[in-house]
């Protein structure tokens, strides 16, 4: 073998071989969870008839079953809809036979039901290569920014950043950030559950990362990568479309990297033809079901209302003008936002309060519950225990981001990129509730920035220029210290009897009424910040009768009546 054809594998093995690793080692420890789960009562977590996991599972079944079109279109209806009228008084407030919400992940799961293959390890399995992939991408993204910088040296705010070919910090950089990113704890965690927030937690880390990739290897981009990026805008929108910004401006900053305007002009184009082939397949659908072409679902009209109407705390709580609102808006999104915003016309800093509180809890460490709590999980599931905390990544992320900008590090279109990353799950957060799961989505970009910094602290120490390093250590641990110790605004309990009356009647049902019983032990010793905790203590003292019926789990979460803690068969109790 010549000389050329050893350095082309050399550099071949530097470009690869990080991303390989991320992927591999995200898979071992992504599998170990995995494992943890499937081993647990907790994996049926899905039969709870409260949560949207229960409503996609539900849905996939209605199409599987035949109604591919979904006409007349599947609706949830859990216990707090019933104070606002029945089913039927619901359907009112929606468009009629719109999508009830992005309808990419509840047809996926319908195809994992025509394959006959089950269905929630068949979910979890896929959505664990998929973070392995996204994991494997952002390696990638950020070997290849550093790189650049260390082959050629950029000028950023007048200080010059000159960088050996033989530093090993682009490489350490990428597996920085794609470690960080695939071993983030509360992405984990939500990977466990059927909803699509880990899926586009994932496809926005592609669309972050592949114009970042594009054109690394000494040659341009081609068309095929343009349409295929393009494509996975279109069905990342057709998952949640509030990733559509993200995909326009990643195709936009894809077509830069073409070597001239006829070039950039067809990629754009190729780009927005693969954007447009799902978007098109939604609007056939919605014109064969009477529905307005491009209408995306008909939830984002009940999150406004419910995270921004008069009387919201930021909390998952209902507040008292919302079902005025929905009743007036009917189902119009844009009616809304407009009803909203005129119930706060006498008080439009109590509006401009509650996003303060909601933008501060993003920055915080607490992880907010609604369908699943991370903090119960966690605690039972010792895979979660040793992953990284949002802690962990929002100070070293943030100040790296910061100081790849700084240092021009990233081109200004791939900085427009990496904001609307950023963007996008913020206000997701801000226009309804700072969920965990809706914040698991800025785990790319700062991951990302992680990178960045080890890359710039790893060259700057090398070149015997601590200071920098220092300044940047000291911002990190202060911005990480804030994130974990600072008191939220919004109430941040970290028990909910909701989840121990769902992990008990689970856990009786698995492994016997004594391990059932313990969780509700435990609850009663360790669930004292519980705001409603009156309530826990009723619920828990239901539950030890025997009963059951409260617990708005599906039958076979259920033990029968002769496995149940405090409930024989003939009713006398034990």
């Given at each position: 073998?010549?000389r050329a054809?050893?350095?082309?594998?050399?550099?071949?093995?530097?470009?690869?071989?990080?991303?390989a690793?991320?992927?591999?080692?995200?898979?071992?420890?992504?599998?170990?969870a995995?494992?943890?789960?499937?081993?647990?009562?907790?994996?049926?977590?899905h039969?709870?008839?409260?949560t949207?996991e229960?409503g996609y599972?539900?849905w996939?079944?209605?199409?599987?079953?035949?109604?591919?079109l979904?006409?007349?279109?599947?609706?949830?209806?859990?216990?707090?809809?019933?104070?606002?009228?029945?089913?039927?008084?619901?359907?009112?407030?929606y468009?009629?036979n719109a999508?009830f919400?992005?309808?990419?992940?509840?047809?996926?799961?319908?195809l994992?039901?025509?394959?006959d293959?089950?269905?929630?390890?068949?979910?979890?399995?896929l959505?664990l290569?998929?973070?392995?992939?996204?994991?494997?991408?952002?390696?990638?993204?950020?070997?290849?920014v550093t790189?650049?910088?260390?082959?050629?040296?950029?000028e950023g705010?007048?200080?010059?950043?000159?960088?050996?070919e033989?530093?090993?910090?682009?490489?350490l950089?990428?597996?920085?950030a794609?470690?960080?990113?695939?071993?983030?704890?509360p992405?984990?965690?939500?990977?466990?559950?059927?909803?699509?927030?880990?899926?586009?937690?994932?496809v926005?880390?592609?669309?972050?990362?592949?114009p970042?990739?594009?054109?690394?290897?000494?040659?341009?981009p081609?068309?095929?990568?343009a349409?295929?990026l393009?494509?996975?805008?279109?069905?990342?929108?057709?998952?949640?479309q509030t990733?559509?910004p993200l995909?326009?401006?990643?195709?936009?900053?894809?077509?830069k990297?073409?070597?001239?305007?006829?070039?950039?002009r067809?990629?754009?184009?190729?780009?927005l033809?693969?954007?447009?082939?799902?978007?098109l397949?939604?609007?056939?659908r919605?014109?064969?079901?009477?529905?307005?072409?491009?209408?995306?679902?008909t939830?984002?009209?009940?999150?406004?209302?419910?995270?921004?109407a008069?009387?919201a705390?930021?909390?998952?709580?209902l507040?008292?003008?919302?079902k005025?609102?929905l009743?007036?808006?009917?189902g119009s999104?844009?009616?809304t936002?407009?009803?909203?915003?005129?119930?706060w016309?006498?008080?439009?800093?109590?509006?401009?309060a509650?996003?303060?509180?909601?933008?501060?809890?993003?920055?915080?460490?607490?992880?907010?519950?609604?369908?699943?709590?991370?903090?119960?999980?966690?605690?039972?599931?010792?895979?979660?225990?040793?992953?990284p905390?949002f802690?962990?990544?929002?100070?070293?992320?943030?100040?790296g981001?910061?100081?790849a900008?700084?240092?021009?590090?990233?081109?200004?279109?791939?900085?427009?990129?990496?904001?609307?990353?950023?963007a996008?799950?913020?206000?997701?957060?801000?226009?309804?509730?700072?969920?965990?799961?809706y914040?698991i989505?800025v785990?790319?970009?700062?991951?990302?920035?992680?990178g960045?910094?080890?890359?710039?602290s790893?060259?700057?120490w090398?070149?015997?220029?601590r200071a920098?390093?220092?300044?940047?250590?000291l911002?990190a641990?202060?911005?990480?210290?804030?994130?974990?110790?600072?008191?939220?605004?919004?109430p941040t309990?970290?028990?909910?009897?909701?989840?121990?009356?769902v992990?008990?009647?689970?856990?009786?049902?698995?492994?016997?009424?004594?391990?059932?019983?313990?969780e509700?032990r435990r609850?009663?010793?360790?669930g004292?910040?519980?705001?409603?905790?009156e309530d826990?203590?009723?619920?828990t003292?239901?539950?030890?009768?025997g009963?059951?019926?409260f617990t708005?789990?599906?039958p076979?979460?259920?033990?029968?009546p002769?496995?149940?803690?405090?409930?024989?068969?003939?009713?006398?109790?034990?």
């Amino acid at each position: 073998m010549d000389r050329a054809a050893r350095s082309r594998n050399a550099d071949r093995l530097r470009r690869w071989g990080g991303p390989a690793v991320v992927f591999l080692v995200v898979l071992a420890v992504r599998f170990a969870a995995f494992r943890a789960l499937e081993a647990s009562a907790l994996s049926a977590w899905h039969l709870w008839t409260e949560t949207d996991e229960w409503g996609y599972v539900d849905w996939s079944a209605r199409l599987a079953a035949g109604n591919w079109l979904d006409v007349p279109a599947w609706r949830s209806y859990f216990s707090w809809q019933e104070p606002y009228g029945s089913p039927e008084a619901w359907e009112t407030l929606y468009r009629k036979n719109a999508y009830f919400a992005g309808p990419l992940y509840p047809y996926a799961l319908a195809l994992i039901r025509v394959a006959d293959l089950p269905l929630l390890a068949s979910v979890r399995l896929l959505q664990l290569l998929l973070a392995c992939t996204a994991a494997a991408a952002v390696a990638a993204a950020a070997q290849a920014v550093t790189r650049r910088v260390s082959s050629k040296g950029r000028e950023g705010a007048g200080v010059a950043v000159k960088l050996a070919e033989a530093s090993f910090g682009p490489e350490l950089a990428g597996l920085v950030a794609g470690l960080l990113y695939g071993l983030y704890g509360p992405l984990v965690f939500h990977d466990g559950f059927a909803y699509r927030d880990g899926p586009v937690a994932h496809v926005s880390a592609l669309l972050l990362a592949g114009p970042l990739i594009a054109g690394s290897r000494n040659r341009p981009p081609s068309a095929r990568d343009a349409f295929l990026l393009g494509l996975l805008g279109g069905l990342a929108a057709l998952l949640k479309q509030t990733t559509l910004p993200l995909a326009v401006v990643s195709v936009f900053i894809l077509s830069k990297k073409f070597p001239d305007s006829v070039f950039r002009r067809r990629a754009l184009a190729v780009s927005l033809l693969g954007l447009a082939i799902p978007l098109l397949a939604l609007a056939a659908r919605n014109l064969a079901a009477g529905v307005p072409p491009l209408t995306f679902d008909t939830r984002q009209a009940i999150g406004l209302a419910w995270g921004n109407a008069r009387g919201a705390d930021g909390t998952t709580a209902l507040p008292p003008t919302m079902k005025a609102v929905l009743d007036e808006a009917k189902g119009s999104t844009s009616k809304t936002a407009r009803l909203v915003l005129a119930g706060w016309a006498d008080a439009p800093l109590g509006l401009l309060a509650l996003w303060g509180k909601k933008a501060v809890t993003f920055f915080l460490s607490y992880e907010v519950p609604d369908n699943s709590n991370w903090y119960f999980f966690r605690d039972r599931l010792a895979p979660l225990k040793v992953l990284p905390v949002f802690p962990c990544i929002v100070g070293v992320g943030t100040v790296g981001l910061l100081a790849a900008f700084s240092r021009g590090v990233l081109r200004k279109e791939e900085e427009l990129l990496v904001l609307v990353a950023m963007a996008s799950p913020l206000a997701a957060c801000l226009l309804v509730q700072t969920t965990s799961r809706y914040r698991i989505g800025v785990a790319a970009p700062l991951a990302l920035g992680a990178g960045m910094l080890v890359f710039l602290s790893f060259e700057e120490w090398r070149a015997r220029r601590r200071a920098p390093v220092i300044r940047w250590g000291l911002a990190a641990m202060v911005l990480g210290g804030l994130s974990a110790y600072l008191p939220s605004p919004i109430p941040t309990p970290h028990h909910r009897w909701a989840d121990t009356i769902v992990g008990a009647t689970l856990t009786e049902a698995r492994a016997g009424p004594e391990a059932g019983e313990r969780e509700i032990r435990r609850y009663l010793e360790e669930g004292r910040d519980d705001p409603q905790k009156e309530d826990g203590k009723k619920g828990t003292d239901v539950w030890l009768t025997g009963r059951r019926d409260f617990t708005r789990l599906a039958p076979g979460g259920i033990a029968p009546p002769s496995r149940r803690y405090g409930a024989a068969a003939d009713g006398t109790g034990r």
